[in-house]
């Protein structure tokens, strides 16, 4: 029976009504229509609002003009630092044509004016976007939101037939074509939805708007809300809209992008500013990695805005995590509404407590502590009166690692109206407490008080803020040699002879024999090999190496941890001893060294003093770690600068700076004992070595919250590699999820490998069942799109079930092809038929795919293992970017080895596509020949329109050789299919053929054919021509 899905008109409508339900809500205004239409809206908005600025004298065309031109933005970053403004109220400066009336500064947007003041909320919809290219065409956009007349959030629906993620490529089609620049520039928020699952997403450029990032609302108990109408009344309502877009949204300085806020972390400051009213302490528990730096940078903001809070101290834990968190502060806060004022010493801190100031004072316990030292005796002086009488709100990342709970009994009595919010990701229950002086049994609640808001590990992966783990519990001692080894450990024992140690042995189960075992048994040099030869050879898919278009300065990056700063620089020489081809019986692989030819690139990090007994001989190895390093970085760096050595490890290994994507500048591997195991945060690190006993649960799960961070389509989780009494490893990770993640520790960690590889088998069966053979499938009129879809939906299932099993250490690349019984080449094979149905399904149904059929199929879906590793297109493209002069101060500076890497491809490039290949080496040659002239345009965006323009004129050409209609020409060239079987015609062919004028063509051509040859010819030509000049270009 086929299924009545409600229209998306039908849906827009429903929204719009939903929109102006209840008391200051929004108003519809059908009338708007057109971008013109919106300005004029938007200047009667100014007018209003700004009638004693302007003396009565409405704003002239030529004044309005110099308003559009301010508003009308280069990106939706810097539209987000014009709308923070100044003290959140934006404003335009606007000199009057009449010169006695002078210049005018001329508010816009008041931030602070939330469901009151000025502030007024409109909706539209089906605003009319012309074409801006030729082969562009004219749109209508769904539902905009407007405050005070500009365009903020921008809702696309699609019906409940097509899946969402539709939508979300309707949005990056529309910003391909640049239907959201002029008025819509300012928009902060796009939200997307079939009207059963919706999600939004901060704006973006096409290139950076990343679907990893659409977010779902969650309600405060971290339930779903996915409906359409739900999400409406929960998000879109006023004042709620307005404060996404204006308070909970953070403007990132250095990655120079806007930042919304998920549900959860703005639940979490709101209970924060309920427990600050009612001068109530107390916690907030969020898994790690889900972004509590930027939610308490936005809770200490927004506590400021407390009249009765004084200031908001930040209290942070070590010189590394200061570092970060001081550099995130500041990047948050370039472009905010207050200041953040970072305390490089005693009399600094001492100095911004007793200013009249309000401002987020960054510092650290030690310095507090000094503090207090310093007043002592002197508690009685005005000063120190004024001090200790502030209101303080102490907001601390780390909530147990920043201060200790004696210490901060001793700051509260000396602030004794000061309130306390504690952040962690792992809290510590009456199950894993410590005992502090005096036997006080600490636990986070006691510290703190009350929990008031969490958000655990299991909510954050089912809300993709995070990844699941993939444990792989490795043991590099055999069975029998630990069964020997407990043997003899018993006979050690009184009255236990070897019969009766066996006896005792062979009663045991393997997590009570690794308990028996000494920790010299992991400690010799054979072990070690074994996790050296690991973690360069047995690595490759958890380091990304066997993700396609893998490439040197495409993969991803790793921290080995030891059990102690002895051993660590074991492993650092075992490295060292590798990379110089000095290391016995173990080798880098040749299919590594062709993927990456440098790698492992790797360091060591590791306090000085965390063993004061071996502290000399500590200094000397790190000094020596030191040179190598500075050796390959080119950097000089000594041991009385190791703050400094630390930081920039830090930058390397996150690669987060733009300087940091190239190859030269990378680290893959860092040794630690027990830095960077908690507050570091690099999305591009997949993997965690662990070479030590289990680690209590918090410390566990702080660890292994390196990896999950989320990062590109094909890292799908967070990998750990375990290498000591892997069962006793298994019921430590068990134990810890189980406590971290309100038992959830079966939705946290990935499946065995058992059960990825009976997901491959399955799928592989059930594509088959489709066609047994990649021919089996045809592509014609007569093969139904039921079949069509089938046959893609699993194939797509074979490509996930793939990807996810490739992770494993079990899945081997030279044996797969014999234990799952499909070949190679016939994936390869399959991969081409799929490309194919795919674009059939796309010319049947259009972009969305899918269909009537009750068959959900991604027509979009991106292939992530079964594609060809061909060189990697967007790689060099970046390589060519890095020639275009920016204004960032970090910007990588590229040299003779990127020129003679882009020259490499771009010969490689036109063997294959030599015209595709012309264009780009003309474009690299303009941009050789003159930086300047391309200072801030984007590589890709250049190639895009020359590749449009070459297109245009060659269309034009055919136009004027046969006199047919352009129109129809563009449309039968952009939906043309690659490799349709003869028999069957192109859509659209038949229209241009038909348009032909014959007695115009013959009148102009000099070289005519008959009128009974003229229909056939146009039919050949128009084959030749697309398939010789026009499909080749768009294979980017």
Known sequence: MPINYTSEAELEQTLIESLELGVSQWTYRPDLRTEDDLWANLKQKIEQNNTEHLNGVMLTESEFRQIKNTLSFPSYFDAAKWLAGENGVAKVYVQREDATLGKVMLTVINNNDIAGGISSYEVVNQVERDRASVDDQDRRLDVTLLINGLPMIHIELKNRNHPFMDAFRQIKKYLHEDKFSGIYSTLQMFVVSNGTDTRYIAAADERHLNEKFLSTWVDKKNRPVNDLFAFSDAVLSIPQAHLLVGQYSVIDNDKQALILLRPYQIHAIEAVKEASRNRQSGYVWHTTGSGKTLTSYKVARNLLQIPSIDKTIFVIDRVDLDQQTSASFKSYSENDTFDIDETGNVTELVRHLSSNDRSVIVTTIQKLNHVMKRADGKTDTPKWQKIRNLNLAFVVDEAHRAVSMPKMSEIKKFFPKSLWYGFTGTPIFAENNKTAKGGLQVTTQAQYGERLHEYTVKEAIHDSAVLGFLVDYQSTIDKDSINDAVIKLLMAKPKTDEKKARELMLAMDDEEKEAMLPASLYDDEAHMKQVVEFIVNQSRNKLGFDNPGASAGATYTAILTTQSIAKAQQYYNLFKALKNNELEDVEIAERTRKIVPDFPKFAITYSVSENEADSTKNQDAMKASIKDYNETYNKNFTIEELRAYNADINDRLARKKEIYQRRDNQLDLVIVVDRLLTGFDAPCLSTL????????????????????????????????????????????????????????????????????????????????????????????????????????????????????????????????????????????????????????????????????????????????????????????????????????????????????????????????????????????????????????????????????????????????????????????????????????????????????????????????????????????????????????????
């Open 689 to 1036: 070595f662990i070479d030590r006993t289990p680690m209590p649960p918090q410390d566990l799960i702080q660890a292994f919250s390196r990896t999950n961070r989320i990062f590109d389509t094909y890292k799908r989780y967070g990998q750990v590699v375990t290498f000591q009494t892997p069962k006793r490893f298994e019921r430590a990770v068990k134990s810890a999820l189980l406590m971290y993640s309100n038992g959830g520790e079966n939705f946290v960690l990935a499946p065995v490998w058992a059960e990825a590889k009976k997901g491959l088998t399955q799928a592989i069966s059930g594509l088959r069942k489709q066609a047994l053979v990649p021919n089996d499938i045809e592509i014609s009129d007569t093969t139904s799109s039921e079949a069509l879809q089938l046959f893609a939906k699993a194939f797509q299932t074979v490509d996930k079930a793939l990807s996810l099993a490739m992770i494993y250490t079990e899945f081997d690349n030279n044996t797969y092809e014999a234990e799952f019984h499909i070949a190679n080449d016939e994936l390869e094979a399959y991969n081409g038929k799929y490309a194919n149905v795919i674009e059939e399904l796309k010319r049947r149904k259009g972009d969305g795919g899918g269909g009537d059929d009750g068959i959900e199929i991604d027509v979009a879906y991106e292939l992530r293992q079964v594609s060809e590793n061909t060189i990697n297109h967007q790689f060099i493209m970046d390589v060519i970017q890095a020639f275009i002069p920016t204004n960032q101060p970090d910007a990588y500076q590229p040299g003779s080895k990127d020129e003679a890497k882009i020259d490499t491809y771009i010969t490689q490039l036109s063997k294959t596509n030599p015209k595709l290949g012309k264009i780009m080496r003309d474009l690299w040659f303009a941009i050789k020949m003159d930086p300047e002239n391309y200072r801030g345009k984007q590589v890709s965006q250049l190639m895009d329109e020359i590749v449009d323009q070459t297109i245009h004129e060659r269309l034009k050409k055919f136009v004027a050789d046969w006199q047919v209609s352009y129109d129809n020409l563009a449309f039968a060239t952009r939906n043309w299919r690659a490799n349709l079987d003869s028999d069957t015609k192109q859509n659209g062919e038949d229209a241009v053929v038909d348009s032909g004028d014959y007695l115009v063509y013959k009148e102009q051509s000099l070289d005519s054919v008959s009128k009974l040859k003229y229909k056939p010819e146009i039919r050949r030509a128009l084959k030749v021509m697309v398939e010789t000049d026009i499909l080749p270009l768009r294979k980017q």
